[in-house]
């Protein structure tokens, strides 16, 4: 009886160990909130705010290997009821979502979208380069048209780790 204690003793702190060193082999690990989401015109190097000035949103990496984005303006229409066809347009305007598979490495990510908000990016893999700073992430895209407005460029978007809200 004692000999299975001490090895199940050991199996839970094996696990225990291999769950940490996943966790510090992936920073990204965890639920980040949008701070702010520039783009930076190719050619022009002229920057703006994507989603405006208070853009709204989350980008979440779990240890089963998903990942999970969902941005809104700052500026996104709030309707009182059913949204009519043009507060649609705007309402739809207005976000970005996205989710699917990642695989990381030092100061990259790449997001293999499965499912998107408009479907054009369903099946591509999209490269981004981060750094984190403390609780701040920075990620910039590869250039690319913008998803909102169509220009070349590269997105430049800043986040702050979302604190965990259970007791530690």
């Not at 984005?69 to 979502?97: C, N, T, W, Y």
């Not at 499912?115 to 920075?138: H, K, M, N, P």
Request: hydrophobic share 35%; charged share 25%.
């Amino acid at each position: 009886m004692h000999k299975r204690m001490v090895a199940s003793a050991f199996m839970l702190i094996m696990l225990c160990l291999s769950t940490l060193a996943r966790a510090d082999a992936n920073p990204l690990l965890g639920t980040w909130r949008l701070k702010s989401f520039v783009r930076e015109v190719s050619g022009t190097g002229e920057r703006y705010n994507q989603l405006g000035d208070h853009p709204d949103g989350y980008l979440t990496y779990s240890p089963d290997g998903r990942m999970l984005a969902f941005f809104v303006s700052g500026d996104q229409p709030r309707p009182r009821s059913e949204p009519s066809d043009e507060e649609r347009i705007r309402l739809h305007k207005s976000m970005l979502a996205y989710g699917g598979t990642y695989s990381v490495s030092p100061g990259k990510v790449v997001h293999h979208i499965d499912i998107e908000w408009d479907g054009r990016r369903i099946g591509s893999d999209q490269v981004r380069f981060y750094a984190i700073d403390g609780d701040t992430l920075t990620i910039k895209t590869e250039p690319n048209k913008s998803p909102v407005d169509g220009r070349e460029g590269v997105g430049i978007l800043t986040f702050e780790r979302v604190k965990s809200l259970q007791p530690q």
